[in-house]
């Protein structure tokens, strides 16, 4: 009879241990889940902004300036565009979809614009604006 009692008064204290830990557990990494994902807003965010001030610093010296960055796009993104003179980086989030996108003075376009789609992590990218009177800017992407 002793022993079935220690037996239950174990089981339920392990029980009561589980009933408090798993709830701390579970909020524990959904809360490291939302910090993750608010680093990789900001890091394309980043991406899209050096993209951009690096694309318009070329519009502004003129035909024939080449320049080579180095860019750390995040796990989730789904691509990079450049559209209506805006650097736009798609991501996939838990909440839906997020743009990050920055302002540019030039007409730009990506060459092979599929290499970079669904791709995470450093990329070399290299900028030059066309020898156009008006100074459009052309984006070479190198992976």
Avoid: C, H, W
């Avoid at 009933?19 to 889940?33: G, K, M, N, R, Y």
């Avoid at 376009?109 to 789609?117: A, E, F, M």
């Amino acid at each position: 009879m002793m022993k079935a009692q220690v037996s239950l008064e174990l089981l339920i204290t392990v029980g009561v241990v589980f009933a408090f830990t798993i709830p701390v557990l579970l909020l524990l990494l959904s809360v490291s889940q939302f910090g993750y994902e608010k680093s990789t807003l900001a890091q394309a965010d980043a991406a899209s902004k050096t993209i951009a001030d690096n694309i318009n610093e070329l519009f502004v010296q003129g035909p024939g300036s080449k320049k080579t960055i180095t860019i750390a796009f995040p796990t989730n993104m789904q691509n990079l565009s450049i559209k209506d003179k805006e650097v736009v980086i798609r991501l996939k989030t838990s909440s839906g979809v997020y743009e990050a996108a920055s302002p540019i003075f030039a007409n730009a376009t990506i060459i092979n614009p599929s290499s970079l789609n669904k791709r995470a992590g450093l990329f070399s990218i290299t900028l030059r604006t066309k020898s156009k009177p008006n100074g459009d800017v052309e984006v070479e992407v190198y992976g």
